[in-house]
């Protein structure tokens, strides 16, 4: 038994998801090196707001796979770590935006509809 709190990915695995859904499981790696390819924004820049997303969607797969990858594509770890601190930032500042809800909620604030 590991000591992780999820199952380690394993090719076996994703052996199985091809084999289970194979159009699916090729869409999605085809969807997957376009969107990370060099275009307008460099694969390393891709891969640092990857980085960020997966902290703010909390997906241990994908911190670990694309913090990898950042690296590999030049990152440095002081990089990695203010993207970090970016997703950070927006996650809190969520829920700091959204207090307006709770406010009109219990009175404190009338809502506006105003564009």
């Not at 038994?1 to 999605?28: H, V, Y």
């Not at 969107?35 to 960020?52: H, N, R, Y």
């Not at 796979?65 to 950070?88: D, F, Q």
Request: glycine letters at 6%; proline letters at 6%.
């Amino acid at each position: 038994m590991s000591d992780l709190p999820f199952p380690r990915a394993t090719r076996e695995l994703a052996a199985r998801r091809r084999e289970l859904a194979p159009a699916a499981n090729d869409a999605f790696d085809a969807f997957s090196h376009a969107v990370f390819a060099d275009g307008a924004l460099p694969e390393k820049t891709k891969q640092l707001i990857a980085v960020a997303v997966a902290h703010t969607t909390q997906c241990p797969y994908c911190i670990d796979g694309h913090t990898k990858l950042a690296k590999r594509k030049g990152a440095s770890p002081e990089e990695i770590m203010e993207a970090i601190w970016v997703a950070a930032e927006m996650r809190a500042g969520g829920a700091y935006a959204h207090s307006t809800l709770a406010l009109h909620a219990i009175g404190e604030t009338e809502p506006t509809n105003s564009a």
